[in-house]
């Protein structure tokens, strides 16, 4: 069982949608969990983060962590074609652990 | 702004070749890192490093290393260049790697082919 999945998608909505993004994971030890968004042809760029469990808001965008189910989720209200991209989750135990573990990644579309 | 500057966009190189491929950061940042992003795999750390002179092998550390003389550049070589190491290269940095949630700066990339 690999530590993190994610479905690739890809995952195409009309503007205006509320799309729901999603990761489960394996290691108990995580604490620190992230979502990165990759333009086309650029690297990733953190989005949100959010520690253990509990939801995060930061405008349309909303990440919650589920530990007890092992399983993250980033939610995007009133979905823009400029939210057209590839988002990763990833995450880590924390302190002076060097590892990112990253999901596969996501390619969303948003249709105007 | 910190920025991740990675020296090529796209490379193509023959299967034997010896491939440096160049990272400079301008933040002074302690740790930086190097990625390969594959379809289907996803992000894959190959090694980082958290000072000058300082290496610690990632995941998949097989048929490359790397070389960091100086803090605010990263080399990742391929030694001996092969078909299977044909992927996207990543490189990122982050000042202090107990704060992960400060997140990784990443450079754009760079599209090796091998040949």
């Known amino acids: 069982q690999k530590e993190v999945e994610q479905d690739p998608g890809p995952l195409s909505v009309p503007e205006g949608a509320i799309v729901s993004l999603n990761c489960t994971y394996s290691n108990s030890a995580f604490q620190y969990f992230m979502w990165y968004r990759q333009y086309s042809r650029k690297g990733p760029e953190l989005l949100m983060y959010t520690y253990s469990s509990g939801n995060k808001e930061d405008g349309r965008f909303t990440a919650q962590v589920d530990k007890s189910s092992k399983y993250i989720s980033l939610f995007i209200r009133d979905s823009q074609p400029s939210d057209s991209a590839t988002y990763l989750c990833a995450m880590t135990w924390g302190g002076s652990n060097y590892k990112l573990t990253f999901g596969k990644g996501t390619l969303l579309t948003v249709n105007p | 702004d910190v920025k991740v500057t990675q020296s090529s966009r796209y490379l193509v190189k023959r299967t034997g070749e010896k491939v440096f491929l160049e990272c400079v950061q301008d933040m002074d940042h302690e740790n930086m890192f190097w990625y390969r992003q594959d379809p289907g795999l996803g992000l894959r750390l190959i090694y980082f490093?958290?000072?000058?002179?300082?290496?610690e092998k990632g995941d998949i550390p097989e048929g490359y290393s790397v070389s960091r003389e100086k803090k605010e550049r990263f080399s990742l070589i391929l030694e001996s260049a092969s078909t299977n190491q044909t992927s996207m290269y990543l490189c990122?940095?982050?000042?202090?790697?107990?704060?992960?949630?400060?997140?990784?700066?990443f450079g754009s990339g760079t599209r090796l082919t091998v040949v």
């Open positions: 490093s958290y000072d000058v002179k300082m290496k």
């Open positions: 990122a940095s982050i000042l202090d790697r107990a704060r992960p949630y400060d997140g990784y700066t």
